[in-house]
């Protein structure tokens, strides 16, 4: 047998440097990982950051990298597999964006009541989670209540950060409304900064038409380049029957 006594000096180097090895092999290990993600989610790879989280919760089971998964799998739009990630976290006192997130993949799958739940859970947790209250105005706006989502978005529009998406919910409603000078009040401050977002700008084109200013949506549809014909397309707005 070999004394490990008479080599105390050469044991513990070679503990050191191995565990350094390890160390650096981990953290190297790790911002290879990282830069894969990275990488993938500027293309929105979804099927590839399901693959490669699937790999990283098999080595490291954390309530971080099980919502990752689920998150990427509600991108891919596979809802029930997002569910099916997130059901362990729900049951140990999560953070709100769990419960958002499960209340987000219920609402695709058209069960609001429960998904308004969640949203409750999560604000309950927050009460001015901005996000939480945009989407609580969402899932009542689809289940009819466009008085109650008015209000939520109007509660949202404060701390959200994308507050032009917020005010697009707000637009919309009146638009179903036919309040359509509401909308273009909403609207025509964000496309006047310059802000940049085709959503948007439909909504505002078609509020200009219904109440009238042909003139000015013909403009914008000439500006963003929407139509070769805007004569024609603004006048068809004008005429189109609403909801």
Do not use: W
Request: aromatic share 12%; proline share 2%.
């Amino acid at each position: 047998m070999v004394n490990l006594g008479r080599y105390p000096l050469f044991t513990l180097m070679f503990l050191l440097s191995l565990s350094g090895c390890t160390n650096n092999y981990s953290k190297d290990n790790n911002k290879t990982t990282l830069n894969n993600e990275n990488i993938l989610l500027k293309v929105k790879n979804y099927t590839g950051l399901i693959k490669l989280k699937r790999e990283e919760l098999k080595k490291n089971n954390t309530p971080k990298v099980r919502y990752d998964l689920a998150y990427y799998y509600y991108q891919s739009q596979d809802y029930r597999s997002s569910m099916y990630y997130l059901k362990p976290l729900l049951s140990s006192g999560a953070s709100p964006d769990v419960y958002l997130l499960q209340a987000k993949n219920l609402s695709q799958l058209g069960k609001y009541k429960q998904s308004l739940s969640f949203v409750d859970i999560a604000l309950t947790k927050d009460r001015n989670n901005s996000e939480g209250l945009n989407l609580r105005g969402v899932i009542q706006a689809q289940m009819g209540d466009l008085d109650k989502a008015l209000n939520s978005f109007t509660l949202a529009r404060v701390g959200y950060k994308q507050e032009e998406n917020v005010v697009n919910n707000m637009a919309m409603i009146y638009i179903i409304q036919k309040k359509y000078t509401e909308a273009v009040q909403l609207l025509l401050p964000i496309y006047l900064r310059g802000y940049q977002d085709s959503q948007i700008d439909h909504n505002l084109i078609f509020s200009l038409a219904k109440s009238g200013d042909l003139r000015y949506a013909k403009d914008i549809l000439k500006k963003r380049g929407y139509s070769k014909h805007p004569d024609l397309l603004a006048t068809d707005l004008f005429n189109v029957q609403t909801f």
